[in-house]
């Protein structure tokens, strides 16, 4: 298998961000629509989607496990320049702005100064299944593996911010990595929380990822973990925090990574776009198929075991229905224990294939709240997407 090598320090082709408003990575340079697999640094074999910036997907059949592995957990940047080693003795952790004292603090300090937690929670890239949408919209043509699932160790963002001491009138708190634009004008890849979510005791500084350190790909040595929003706002190689007595205005809470306001579940009609928009948040709930890949033959008469996942923003997933006949009855399918509210959680069907014919299989999960998944779903730059997923089997 081919093996691939990320990190550059100088760019050699313009993969400008500019052009690039939403969840997109540059499909002419360098980037592959196929199923190749390669080997990237640390990493196990993953579909490559580009290069330089590197994606890299995980193969479904992890989606049978709990915990996705971090040899083959899913990798997304937007910025070319990542450097090829961080170090451990070095790094720092900086966080000022309107703060009463600026703080640095090294891996050591993490780990000795602050309480440690651990929370399980899915991390899903916004863009997720993009390229299922129809219509077609343009970015990374992701399938369903621009997911993982991990129990993620660290101190609570709110201790950090606590002890640099928040100034009256911050609004706003921005994530930096040390990942940068591979051109000058390109706009460097910052986020933000409002102040209340940044304190709200859950989003935290991670420094291991299933019980170990971060792979260098997904954000070595630290990474924010937000339980229950997209993967967007986990900044990995994450150096700098900065609260604002304003909001903060950054070209990626801005223009990037919008969806339709005041819409739950991300929906918009194609002929007629939303006019307003605001920064992408919660994920919505979702349920896939993970178990038998799409087309598989079955014999007659042998029991077939279906598993999937299911998942939303950390409201829980009350129930998990399948439908053997393309959605005209639905059966609630069994559901194993919780890992933690903002993990996925598995499911499973045990379908005696009794008889020979073509059957499509429908999955919807409902969450503690009554959301559900619509029948179609799209937007302009794919995000959130959660339609019923359809799977079809033939029985021989
Ligand atoms: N520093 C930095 N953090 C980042 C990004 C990035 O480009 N740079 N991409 C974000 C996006 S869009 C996603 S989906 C997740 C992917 O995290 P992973 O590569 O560890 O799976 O990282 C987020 N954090
Ligand atoms: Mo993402």
Redesign the pocket.
């Given at each position: 298998m081919r093996k691939v090598n990320l990190f550059i320090f100088i760019a050699f082709c313009l993969t400008s961000c500019l052009q690039n408003t939403s969840?997109k990575v540059n499909t002419k340079a360098s980037a592959v629509e196929s199923d190749e697999m390669v080997l990237a640094p640390g990493k196990s074999a993953m579909r490559l989607l580009t290069d330089r910036p590197p994606n890299l997907e995980t193969p479904l059949h992890y989606f049978l496990m709990d915990y996705t592995p971090n040899d083959v957990?899913?990798?997304?940047?937007?910025?070319s320049n990542l450097p090829p080693e961080i170090g451990t003795d070095t790094f720092r952790l900086r966080v000022g702005g309107h703060v009463k004292n600026n703080v640095e603090l090294s891996l050591n300090d993490l780990k000795t100064k602050f309480t440690p937690i651990s929370i399980t929670a899915l991390?899903q890239?916004?863009g997720n299944s993009r390229s299922f949408n129809d219509p077609h919209v343009p970015g990374g043509q992701w399938k369903n593996g621009?997911m993982?699932n991990a129990k993620w160790t660290g101190v609570r963002l709110s201790d950090v911010l606590k002890m640099a001491g928040i100034k009256n009138g911050a609004v706003d708190v921005s994530f930096n990595?040390i990942?940068d634009p591979p051109l000058p004008g390109t706009p460097d890849?910052v986020k933000s929380l409002r102040l209340e979510k940044a304190m709200d005791g859950e989003t935290m500084i991670a420094y291991e990822m299933n019980g170990e350190p971060l792979p260098l790909?997904?954000?070595f040595p630290l990474?924010l973990v937000v339980p229950g929003w997209y993967?967007?706002y986990?900044?990995?190689?994450l150096n700098d925090i900065t609260v604002h007595a304003d909001t903060f205005a950054g070209f990626w809470m801005k223009k990037a990574y919008l969806v339709p306001q005041n819409n739950r579940d991300g929906n918009e009609n194609p002929d007629s776009l939303s006019q307003s928009m605001e920064p992408i948040n919660k994920m919505n709930v979702r349920s896939i198929f993970v178990t038998p890949e799409p087309d598989s033959l079955i014999q007659t008469g042998s029991i077939c075991e279906i598993q999937g996942l299911a998942f939303d923003g950390g409201d829980g997933i009350q129930k998990v229905e399948l439908s053997e006949d393309n959605g005209k009855t639905w059966k609630e399918v069994n559901l194993d224990a919780v890992l933690g509210k903002y993990s996925w959680r598995r499911w499973r069907y045990s379908w005696k294939a009794n008889t020979a014919g073509t059957y499509i299989f429908k999955i919807k999960a409902t969450n503690t709240l009554g959301e559900t998944q619509p029948e179609h779903h799209w937007n302009r730059s794919g995000y959130m997407r959660n339609e019923i997923e359809v799977l079809k089997l033939e029985v021989k």
């Amino acid at each position: 298998m081919r093996k691939v090598n990320l990190f550059i320090f100088i760019a050699f082709c313009l993969t400008s961000c500019l052009q690039n408003t939403s969840e997109k990575v540059n499909t002419k340079a360098s980037a592959v629509e196929s199923d190749e697999m390669v080997l990237a640094p640390g990493k196990s074999a993953m579909r490559l989607l580009t290069d330089r910036p590197p994606n890299l997907e995980t193969p479904l059949h992890y989606f049978l496990m709990d915990y996705t592995p971090n040899d083959v957990f899913f990798v997304r940047w937007h910025m070319s320049n990542l450097p090829p080693e961080i170090g451990t003795d070095t790094f720092r952790l900086r966080v000022g702005g309107h703060v009463k004292n600026n703080v640095e603090l090294s891996l050591n300090d993490l780990k000795t100064k602050f309480t440690p937690i651990s929370i399980t929670a899915l991390a899903q890239c916004a863009g997720n299944s993009r390229s299922f949408n129809d219509p077609h919209v343009p970015g990374g043509q992701w399938k369903n593996g621009a997911m993982g699932n991990a129990k993620w160790t660290g101190v609570r963002l709110s201790d950090v911010l606590k002890m640099a001491g928040i100034k009256n009138g911050a609004v706003d708190v921005s994530f930096n990595g040390i990942d940068d634009p591979p051109l000058p004008g390109t706009p460097d890849f910052v986020k933000s929380l409002r102040l209340e979510k940044a304190m709200d005791g859950e989003t935290m500084i991670a420094y291991e990822m299933n019980g170990e350190p971060l792979p260098l790909l997904n954000g070595f040595p630290l990474k924010l973990v937000v339980p229950g929003w997209y993967a967007t706002y986990w900044i990995g190689m994450l150096n700098d925090i900065t609260v604002h007595a304003d909001t903060f205005a950054g070209f990626w809470m801005k223009k990037a990574y919008l969806v339709p306001q005041n819409n739950r579940d991300g929906n918009e009609n194609p002929d007629s776009l939303s006019q307003s928009m605001e920064p992408i948040n919660k994920m919505n709930v979702r349920s896939i198929f993970v178990t038998p890949e799409p087309d598989s033959l079955i014999q007659t008469g042998s029991i077939c075991e279906i598993q999937g996942l299911a998942f939303d923003g950390g409201d829980g997933i009350q129930k998990v229905e399948l439908s053997e006949d393309n959605g005209k009855t639905w059966k609630e399918v069994n559901l194993d224990a919780v890992l933690g509210k903002y993990s996925w959680r598995r499911w499973r069907y045990s379908w005696k294939a009794n008889t020979a014919g073509t059957y499509i299989f429908k999955i919807k999960a409902t969450n503690t709240l009554g959301e559900t998944q619509p029948e179609h779903h799209w937007n302009r730059s794919g995000y959130m997407r959660n339609e019923i997923e359809v799977l079809k089997l033939e029985v021989k």
